[in-house]
């Protein structure tokens, strides 16, 4: 398809020097320019993830933090024996 575009000078200047390196015919580099930054609208930019801490205050006293760590440690194995008895 034929049309007409206005592109300014330092962009047309960039085309041009780019289909001169590239030896590709100009409207090939304008038409591979024009897809890349289609492309490009439809991926927004990834932003780093941040982790916001939070503290969670002391341990209350009296409560063994050890016990929840051995619960968790049990119920974790009993989870595994599970899975290793359904292979049977």
């Known amino acids: 398809m034929r049309t ?3 592109i300014d000078d330092k962009t047309f ?3 041009k020097e780019a289909a001169n390196n590239s030896g590709k015919p100009f409207k090939q580099v ?3 320019v024009l ?16 982790l916001q801490p939070a503290s969670l ?5 009296g409560i063994d933090l050890n016990k929840a760590l051995h619960l968790a440690e049990y119920l974790e194995d ?7 008895e359904q292979r049977k």
């Open 4 to 6: 007409t575009l206005t």
């Open 13 to 15: 200047s960039l085309l």
């Open 30 to 32: 304008v038409n591979e």
């Open 35 to 50: 897809l890349l930054g289609l492309d490009q609208l439809d991926k927004p930019e990834s932003q780093p993830y941040q």
């Open 57 to 61: 205050g002391k341990a209350i006293q």
């Open 78 to 84: 009993l989870g595994i024996a599970a899975k290793l």
